[in-house]
C-alpha cells in the first residue's frame, strides 16, 4: 500500500493485516509522521513534499524491485473494510486469466458528502456512459488514485506517473496512456472505498463549491492543459474545457478573487508554454 501521508493508525493496522508489505510515504518534513516498527512496513521520508506522482513512483518501484505484482494506492482521507484487497485482486485475476490485458482495478468511490457510491464512466459526447450495477466489473475510462490496485506486470509498459505534473490530474493521464497502450481499467461494483474528496461550500447560499488555494488552482490549470496537449479523449477534452470556464468564472467570485484568477490564468499559460512531459 502506497500513501502519501498517514495519520491514521487503525487504518495502518488494518492494512497491514490485509497485504503483505507496506510501504508508507511522509510527503513532508521527517519529523511529521511517526511510525510503529512493526514487520511489512517501510517507510520513505524524503523530507519534503515530491509531490503525489513522485511518491507513488518511489513506492511502487520499491515493491517491483521487490518481485510483488500489485500495489494497493490509499491517500490518508480514505476508509478501507477487510474485503476491499481481496475482491479487487480476484477480480483482477479473473480478468487476466481470460486474457484481458488489465492496468489496474478500482472500487466504487462513495464520498463523506454523498452516501451513494459513484459511477463508473465512460467519456463520450454528448453524455458520458454512467455506469451502475451491483455485481462484476466493467471497463471504464479512469480510476482515481485512491483504492487503485495496479498490476504491476504491466507497470514497466505503461510507465510511471508524471512526476513534474505533482498532483493533479496524474491519475487521469496514467490510465488515458494506460488505454493508449493497450491495456483496460476496469472498476469493481463489488468493492467500495469511503473517501473524504474535502469539505464543501456555498457561494450566496446557493451555488456549491470545494475550496482551493490560489496555488492549487495553478496547478489545476496547468495540468489540465498539458492532458489537453498529451492526447486525452476528445469527449473528455470538451466537457474539461467547459468546467474550466466555469471554475474561472466560479472562483472570480471568491476571495481573494484577483489572485484566484492571476493564478488560473497563469496556469493555463504555463500549460500551453511548458512541455507537458515528464
Known sequence: IVRTIVDDHDLLDLAIELVEQNVVINNGPDDSVTMPVKDGLTLISPGENLGVAEAINRGVELLVESGYDKALLMDQDSQIDDSLVTTLAHHLDEQERTGQAVAAIGPRIRDHDDQTPAPFIRFRLPFNQRLQQEQGVVSCDFLITSGCLINLTHWNDIGPMRTAWFIDNIDLE??????????????????????????????????????????????????????YRSGAPSAWIVQDALRALGKLGLFSLIAPRFQHIRQMLRGVRDGFRTRPLP
Not at 447560499?205 to 488552482?217: D, K, N, Q, T, W
Open 174 to 227: 496514467w490510465c488515458f496512456r494506460a488505454h493508449k497502450r493497450g491495456f483496460l481499467v476496469m472498476g469493481c461494483f463489488e468493492a467500495t472505498l469511503d473517501h473524504r474528496i474535502g469539505e464543501r461550500e456555498r457561494l450566496f447560499g446557493l451555488v456549491s463549491y470545494r475550496r482551493h488555494s490560489p496555488e492549487r488552482l495553478y496547478t489545476m490549470m496547468r495540468n489540465r492543459v498539458f492532458l
